[in-house]
């Protein structure tokens, strides 16, 4: 089978000493499904650490006069190379650890978006640290940033999030796959770009990489999109005393249940629509949401929720 896997936060940490014990974690159950048989793309997040690298550019530039202002989509690909660098290492670590020499490689990667996509004027996508109310008050009058609560878990700056169009280093991706590599791309969901003429034009925003997994794994032909998050299973009255865990959704139910409100729109909501997206787009494809730890048994039909037509 052909799986894209997309990475969420808990699988990176927030520092570099945190990320590079977990990617060591992460990279198992990635390894276990290369070692099945089954082409594994991996796509991973970067809201945390395009936050972190912004703030810390920023706060250098106006400190010390030979540090440059970093532009937003710089820092993005910086995420994807620092992130990348890390898993890859750890993957292929992994992979000789079990006697394979599979090649791995991180490509960095640009995702087109619309200039015109209503993203642009209505940011929402959480980046950076956590903070307290007052914190990110401070944050707003010091440095214009907007700020808004993220998921009952904190305040965070957010930035524009407009929806993936296409994947630049598609052919490239895909020639690598064909040819048995382990490729980690669209990491961060991609560094956004706009296409202008024979000009890919960086532009300030982040892309969810739930929605960007699910675009290169249309472009892929994968059998299967896999979120791997912080939970086991998706649920309805999530947090609530009536919570309960969804083994299956099809289209239809997930589409009620998001009328009903049931997924935080910073969090499980990209995810849920995402993993709808890739079901609905072909016969036979499904998309499972399910935590780190748990992808082969999910994949084996024995946890997580899975969504499909
Ligand atoms: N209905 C729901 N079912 C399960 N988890 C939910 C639900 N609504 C919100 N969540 C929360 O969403 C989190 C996943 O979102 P998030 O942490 O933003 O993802 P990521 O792993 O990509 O960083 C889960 O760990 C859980 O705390
Ligand atoms: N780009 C992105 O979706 O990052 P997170 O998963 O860290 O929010």
Not at 233 to 253: D, H, R, S
Not at 294 to 307: L, R, S
């Amino acid at each position: 089978m052909r799986i894209v896997v997309a990475l969420g936060g808990n699988a990176l940490g927030k520092t570099p000493q945190q990320q590079l014990q977990l990617v060591k974690n992460t990279a198992k159950p990635i390894v276990d499904l290369i070692e099945k048989g089954n082409e594994v793309i991996i796509a991973h997040g970067n809201g945390p650490q395009v936050g972190m690298i912004n703030l810390a550019m920023e706060t250098a530039s106006k400190t010390d006069a030979k540090t440059p202002e970093m532009p937003f989509p710089e820092c993005g690909a910086m995420s994807q190379g620092y992130i990348g660098y890390h898993l890859q290492n750890a993957i292929r670590e992994e992979l000789l650890n079990r006697g394979s020499k599979k090649p791995v490689a991180t490509i960095v990667t640009q995702v087109i978006v619309d200039k015109d996509d209503p993203a642009f004027k209505n940011p929402t996508k959480p980046i950076g640290a956590f903070y307290t109310e007052e914190e990110a008050k401070k944050l707003t009058k010091e440095k214009n940033y907007i700020v808004k609560e993220d998921a009952g878990r904190g305040w965070r700056r957010v930035v524009p999030s407009p929806i993936p169009v296409d994947v630049a280093e598609k052919e490239t991706v895909k020639t690598l796959v064909d040819n048995g590599h382990v490729v980690i791309t669209v990491g961060g969901g991609g560094i956004p770009v706009i296409s202008e003429g024979n000009r890919l034009v960086g532009v300030p925003a982040v892309i969810d990489k739930d929605f960007a997994s699910e675009k290169i794994a249309e472009i892929l032909d994968a059998d299967y999109l896999i979120i791997l998050t912080a939970i086991e299973k998706v649920a309805i009255n999530f947090g609530k005393p009536n919570q309960k865990e969804l083994k299956e959704m099809t289209i239809a139910e997930a589409e009620k249940y998001i009328e009903e409100g049931h997924f935080a729109p910073g969090s499980m909501l990209p995810k849920v629509r995402a993993a709808m997206k890739f079901a609905a787009s072909k016969k036979g494809r499904k998309s499972l949401i399910t935590a780190l730890e748990k992808a082969e048994e999910g994949i084996e039909g024995k946890t997580g929720t899975i969504v499909v037509q």
